[in-house]
C-alpha cells in the first residue's frame, strides 16, 4: 500500500483514482462494508482504491481534549486499511489553512484536477471547506458534470444497532469487550513501542512493559487480561491502562506485565490486545495494598488464560 503524505506530495503519476474521504476510527465493520465498495468500484475502473483521511482527526484539531477518545492511531489504522487490501492512503495534515479552504475549490483543484477522481464515495453528513459549506450535494452538483461518480455510504447494521466509532467508544467506556470486538470485526488492540518508566514495577515484584498513549483521549481506563505480541511473539499478561493514581502520576500509560518473561524489549514495538476488563482502575493507600491488589490481577488473568 502506497502512503501519500499531504497533498503536496500528490503527483502526475497519482492521477486517477477512486477514492473515500473520512476518519476511519478503528476501521470497523460499518467502514470495512464502504472499503468492500470502494475496492469493488476500483475493479470496475481499473484505478487504485485511494482512502483520503487526516492527521489529527479534524475534533481533535477544533476540539482538542474534549474531542472523542481515539480508538486507532495513525500506525495502526494503516496497517488495518493495508490488509484489507486499499492501494493508496493520502493522509492530509488538518490544519487552520486546509479547513478554511473554499469547498468548491477543494472539489476541483484536488478531486478533480490532482486526484482525477472517478468515483467518490463518502457519508451523505459529510461537509468539509470554510465554514463547513461543502457537502454532499454540492459534491454531486460541481462533480457529476466533470465525471466523478458520487455516491453515500449506508449505515452498516448489526444486531439491531448501527456500527460506528462512537458505539465502539461506549462499549470500550462500560468494559464491554466482546460489543467492542463484535463491531470492530478484530480485537481492540493498542501499539507503540516500549519506553522507559520509573521502574516502579519491578520494586513491586512485577517487571512491566510501559508504552505512552501518545494520544489525547483514550478510550479506555482500568486493568485488562491482555495478549501481547513483540518481535512476532504473542505472550499473555496483565496490563494497566491510566496515569497510575497510586504514584500520583499525571500522564496516561499503557503498562503490560507479561507472564514468564524477563527480556529486555526498550525501544521495540509492541501490540496489547485487550482481551477482558479486570476492574478500574483505583488509588490505594499504600504501595502494600497496590502490590497484593497486583498479585489478584495476574491471577485473574491467568484465569482467563486458563493458566491456573
Not at 487504485?48 to 500506525?75: C, I
Not at 454540492?138 to 460506528?164: A, E, N, W, Y
Not at 460489543?179 to 481492540?188: I, K, P, R, S, V
Not at 476492574?279 to 491471577?299: M, P, Y
Request: glycine letters at 8%; one cysteine or more; proline letters at 2%.
Amino acid at each position: 500500500m502506497q502512503l501519500i503524505r499531504g497533498i503536496h506530495n500528490i503527483r502526475a503519476h497519482h492521477f486517477g483514482c477512486v477514492l473515500t474521504i473520512g476518519n476511519f476510527d478503528g476501521v470497523h465493520l460499518g467502514h470495512v462494508e464502504v472499503l468492500k465498495g470502494l475496492i469493488a468500484d476500483a475493479k470496475h475502473y481499473q484505478l487504485p482504491s485511494t482512502v483520503m483521511l487526516f492527521e489529527p482527526q479534524p475534533l481533535e484539531f477544533f476540539a482538542k481534549d474534549k474531542a472523542p477518545a481515539r480508538l486507532t492511531r495513525l500506525r495502526d489504522k494503516l496497517a488495518l486499511l493495508e490488509s484489507l487490501g486499499i492501494d493508496r492512503v493520502i493522509c492530509v495534515n488538518f490544519n487552520r489553512n486546509f479547513a478554511a479552504q473554499d469547498a468548491e475549490l477543494f472539489i476541483t483543484d484536488v478531486l478533480i484536477d490532482k486526484l482525477g477522481t472517478k468515483a467518490l464515495t463518502v457519508g451523505d453528513d459529510f461537509r468539509f471547506g470554510k465554514d463547513r459549506a461543502g457537502d454532499f450535494t454540492m459534491l454531486k452538483r460541481i462533480g457529476g458534470p466533470l465525471g466523478m461518480h458520487v455516491k453515500d455510504t449506508d449505515s452498516f447494521r448489526k444486531q439491531d444497532c448501527r456500527v460506528s466509532s462512537t458505539r465502539i467508544r461506549e462499549a470500550l467506556a462500560t468494559g464491554d469487550l466482546n460489543l467492542a470486538h463484535e463491531m470492530l470485526g478484530h480485537t481492540y488492540a493498542i501499539s507503540g513501542r516500549v519506553i522507559h518508566g520509573w521502574k516502579k514495577g519491578r520494586e513491586l515484584g512485577f517487571h512491566t512493559a510501559n508504552i505512552a498513549l501518545k494520544r489525547q483521549v483514550s478510550p479506555v481506563k482500568g486493568v485488562y487480561a491482555v495478549k501481547a505480541t513483540v518481535d512476532g511473539v504473542t505472550y499473555n499478561g496483565v496490563a494497566n491502562i491510566g496515569n497510575k493514581p497510586t504514584l500520583n502520576g499525571t500522564k496516561a500509560l499503557l503498562e503490560v506485565h507479561l507472564f514468564d518473561f524477563n527480556k529486555t524489549i526498550y525501544g521495540q514495538f509492541m501490540r496489547v490486545e485487550l482481551i477482558k476488563k479486570l476492574r478500574d482502575e483505583q488509588k490505594f493507600e499504600t504501595l502494600a495494598q497496590l502490590t497484593e491488589q497486583i498479585g489478584f490481577d495476574v491471577s485473574a488473568a491467568k484465569q482467563c488464560f486458563s493458566l491456573t
